[in-house]
């Protein structure tokens, strides 16, 4: 049976990823409504989706919706949140943006207890290209990760929890942020379990590599004269994203793949390489929740984390944390200021 999703925003990030994300998975998922500011009609995939908005909640069956998706700005969450609790959500997922919230509005998290379960989309985690890189660290291939380099990859908070996916560490111990002349900048990070990575910016996706090193061998995002090295490649149809190949070698698809490829010649709001795999790693976050998978769960708590750890980096030059496992200081201080701030 599908599962009712109701979406809060038509804007960019709903246009170009979030509603292309379930409309991808529409045997599984069914687009129950789209909530705006405004009541407006909305056309997409050639004709193919067609809805009118609505700008009240009143008349919902909150009984009937499976998924409460919020792809609107931060600042506008707090406000969507409290008008949620009139309804009965305790059986409903709810799927939040980074950077989650506007740090003034933390204390609106609490709400967070009122969902089945919360989890952040943030792209960034499940994108094809990380999947793979994963895999490749986890099989030993590359032998034990030491060091990242991301060249004009990386951007703000998203960097962070890729980096946190790649290593497996949760914590940073310390960014050194240094800046040369507007938003040039290469940035110094140390996760918790020692892992290094050096990021260069600004990010310029049409140009962006990734370099990880292990001690054993290196997985790169472009071709290398040199031994021991693990070439990702990306596979294109009609100039659309079309899978990865590891040393030449198409990766067979998955089911979410399948999905994806049969649906992206329909996506026409925003074409770019980069959005197509922010699509595609949207599905997988929405499809965990599905298969009741942990791989690309992020929660709300680390989203904040990442988006404080970089605005402090790029204020002060520097974030220090001290931590062990999913725990630090910081993330203690996150959970406390959400405590005692109010809702």
């Known amino acids: 049976m599908k599962k009712n999703v109701l979406i809060f925003g038509a804007g960019r990030r709903a246009r170009a990823t979030v509603l292309p994300a379930f409309w991808s998975l529409r045997e599984e998922y069914n687009i129950f409504g789209v909530v705006t500011k405004t009541v407006r009609d909305i056309s997409l995939f050639s004709g193919k989706f067609i809805t009118r908005t609505r700008n009240d909640l009143e008349g919902i069956d909150f009984k009937k919706i499976d998924l409460i998706v919020l792809a609107v700005p931060i600042d506008q969450v707090r406000g969507i949140l409290a008008s949620l609790t009139k309804f009965n959500t305790k059986d409903i997922y709810l799927i939040l943006d980074t950077p989650v919230i506007s740090l003034k509005h933390l204390g609106s998290l609490k709400y967070s207890k009122l969902y089945k379960g919360v989890v952040v989309a943030e792209d960034f985690i499940s994108l094809p ?64 379990n020692g892992v290094k990575t050096t990021m260069i910016e600004p990010r310029d996706y049409d140009v962006a590599k ?19 090295v693990i070439v990702l490649d990306y ?19 998955t089911a979410t793949d399948e999905y994806f490829y049969s649906n992206i010649a329909e996506f026409t709001d925003e074409v770019s390489f980069i959005n197509d795999l922010k699509i595609r790693g949207y599905m997988e976050i929405v499809r965990s929740l599905s298969n009741r998978s942990t791989a690309f769960i992020y929660s709300p708590i680390e989203g904040v984390y990442d988006n404080l750890a970089i605005k402090i980096s790029d204020k002060l030059g520097f974030f220090f944390d001290f931590g062990f496992g999913r725990f630090s200081v910081f993330k203690s201080f996150i959970y406390l200021l959400i405590k005692i701030l109010p809702k």
């Open 129 to 192: 290209n990380v999947i793979q890189y994963k895999k490749i660290i986890e099989s030993g291939n590359i032998g034990k990760l030491k060091h990242l380099h991301l060249f004009h990859s990386g951007f703000k908070h998203h960097a962070l929890s890729m980096i946190k996916t790649v290593t497996g560490s949760r914590n940073f111990t310390y960014i050194i942020s240094t800046k040369y002349f507007g938003e040039t900048r290469i940035k110094k990070i140390c996760s918790g």
């Open 210 to 228: 990734n370099l990880l090193i292990g001690d054993k061998g290196m997985i790169a995002d472009y071709p290398i004269n040199a031994s021991s």
């Open 235 to 253: 596979l294109y149809k009609d100039k659309r994203h079309n899978g990865i190949s590891i040393d030449g070698l198409p990766i067979p698809p």
